[in-house]
């Protein structure tokens, strides 16, 4: 008899959904409809597969007296509530590095769009204003070779996006709480001392109460009139008023976000600045990426059932 898991990830791909339905019993609801409504099959259910921006909070756990692991389909897993379940003794996965190659890639889109202006070209030109045969000036832009990349948060991601603005000939530093060993780039002790070094500043950190709203009004003042925010991280690590205020100040060039504080919901402001790329939340949203998180919650949960070792506790 297989398993029953408990699954909270309504957007997730069905390609991804469709060998966890092969293999365990999969109850199907969103968080909300869990947390409130009935759920007859809360005492068979002994997994849970989230992602970090969905979560399960210590009230729907306690729902589940039989409960032994919750497996994050991502990497980030804010909104698990990880001591409500050590407290009782469930283990909590993630599939850190299942998507740092793509996101790293999106880290990379997003700086190129935002530092060369294509989201203003693209209107620009849709809009019929290109009306002579050369270049707009209006649309100059600073080149990407010798400018300096500060990237907070070298984990998996923020060393991918590292390597990849080394090839574009970028200066790259960056500051985590310690210097990481191994790695070529300089380490700052503050986040102030990177954004005053930088031209473009990478968001790759992990989101948690140490990190909300990091990106504030002094970090974004100390990058200066020509930076560029780039985030693939949560929205919550940018102080969104802060970084609105900036923006149409002038304070900052512009920004490139695939995250959001209350997703989906964007504000209007920022919609409404042409300095800014926005993108919804899709830069884990490739085929190779879903692959790999789905084999690894797929083996996190088989390797609970059966008494093994989990490859990938948090």
């Known amino acids: 008899m297989s398993e029953t ?33 009935p759920l007859p099959q809360a005492d068979r ?30 990497s980030g897993y804010e909104r698990i509530d990880v001591a409500a379940a050590r407290e009782r003794g469930v283990a909590v996965t993630s599939n850190t590095g299942a998507n740092a190659a793509c996101v790293a890639d999106m880290a990379l889109a ?22 002579r045969a050369a270049a707009p000036a209006e649309l100059i ?22 390597r990849r603005a080394a090839a574009f000939d970028m200066e ?8 990481k060993p191994g790695v070529p780039w300089a380490w700052h002790d503050s986040l102030a001392s990177l954004a005053e070094w ?34 693939i991280a949560r929205g919550e690590v940018l102080d969104e008023p802060a970084l609105i205020a900036a923006l149409e100040a002038g304070t900052i060039a512009g920004a490139g976000l695939d995250g959001f504080e209350h997703e989906p919901e964007v504000p209007e402001a920022l919609k409404r600045l042409e300095s800014v790329v926005l993108t919804p939340h899709i830069a884990s949203l ?4 879903h692959r790999e998180m789905c084999r690894m919650t797929i083996e996190s949960l088989d390797n609970f059932f059966a008494g093994r070792p989990l490859p990938n506790a948090v």
């Not at 997003?110 to 009306?131: F, I, K, N, P, Q």
């Not at 790259?172 to 210097?179: D, G, L, M, S, T």
Request: aromatic share 4%; with cysteine; net charge positive.
């Open 5 to 37: 898991v408990l699954h909270l990830h309504p957007g997730m791909p069905e390609a991804s959904l469709r060998p966890m339905r092969e293999r365990f019993d999969l109850v199907e609801h969103s968080r909300a409809s869990a947390a409130a409504g």
């Open 45 to 74: 259910i002994r997994g849970v597969v989230t992602i970090g921006v969905i979560g399960i909070d210590r009230a729907l756990i306690e729902r589940l007296p039989n409960l032994g692991i919750i497996a994050c389909y991502g």
């Open 110 to 131: 997003l700086l190129l769009a935002s530092v060369r202006r294509l989201g203003e070209g693209d209107r620009y030109l849709r809009a019929g204003r290109w009306t």
């Open 141 to 162: 832009s600073t080149g990407l070779g010798g400018r300096r990349v500060g990237i907070l948060g070298l984990g998996a991601i923020g060393e991918k996006v590292a």
């Open 172 to 179: 790259v530093a960056y500051h985590n709480r310690r210097p």
């Open 198 to 231: 930088a031209d473009i500043l990478v968001v790759s950190c992990r989101s948690d109460e140490s990190t909300r709203g990091i990106v504030n009004q002094p970090v974004l003042e100390a990058l200066g009139p020509r930076g560029h925010v780039i985030n």
């Open 286 to 289: 490739t085929e190779a990426a």
